[in-house]
C-alpha cells in the first residue's frame, strides 16, 4: 500500500463524493437523508464554488424544480451560467429525476438544493468576511468535524 504523503483538504476529500448516489438513495430512503444533506450537500456547495457559482443561481434552480419538477429543470438547455457548473448540475438533476418516486422526494430535492445555495453564500462569507483559517488535516470518515471544517473557503 502506497500513502500520500501530502495531506489532502477536506474539500479534495468532499470532491470524491459520489453525489448521484447520495441522491439516488437519500431522496427516497430516510437512512441516507443524513448523508444527503450532510456530505452530498457540501460536497455539491464545494464542486459548484470552485466553478464560480453564486448562491441565487442555485437556489433559483431550486425554485424551478419546485415550479415545475426535476426532470423539467434537468432539461434546461444551461441551468447554471458557466458550461462545467450546468454539467454537473445536470447530472445531479437527471439522477435525482430518476429517482424521485413521490412529490415529497421532488420538494426534498430542492430543499436539498436550497442547503447547497446557503452552503455556498456560507463559503463566500467566510471568504469576503477574511476570516482565518487553520489548517486542519482531512479526515477519511466524513464525519461530523470533517463537514463542519469543509464550509471553510
Known amino acids: ?24 438513495h437519500g431522496l427516497s430512503r430516510a437512512t441516507f437523508r443524513t448523508a444527503l444533506f450532510g456530505d452530498g450537500a457540501i460536497a455539491a456547495a464545494v464542486t459548484l464554488d470552485r466553478l464560480g457559482v453564486l448562491p441565487r443561481s442555485v437556489a433559483y434552480v431550486a425554485k424551478i424544480v419546485r415550479a ?21 448540475l445536470r447530472d445531479w438533476l437527471e439522477t435525482a429525476a430518476q429517482a424521485a418516486g413521490t412529490p415529497d422526494d421532488e420538494a426534498r430535492a430542492a430543499r436539498w438544493l436550497d442547503t447547497v445555495a446557503k452552503l455556498i453564500g456560507l463559503r ?6 477574511g476570516v482565518p483559517q487553520a489548517p486542519v ?13 469543509a464550509l471553510r473557503p
Open 124 to 129: 463566500r462569507g467566510s471568504r469576503a468576511a
Open 68 to 88: 415545475g419538477g426535476l426532470s423539467y429543470a434537468a432539461g434546461l438547455p444551461e441551468p447554471l451560467p458557466s458550461t462545467a457548473a450546468s454539467a454537473h
Open 137 to 149: 488535516p482531512a479526515s477519511p470518515d466524513h464525519g461530523t468535524a470533517p463537514q463542519l471544517r
Open 1 to 24: 500500500m502506497v500513502h500520500d504523503r501530502s495531506p489532502r483538504t477536506d474539500d479534495e476529500v468532499l470532491a470524491t463524493t459520489d453525489i448521484e448516489a447520495l441522491l439516488r
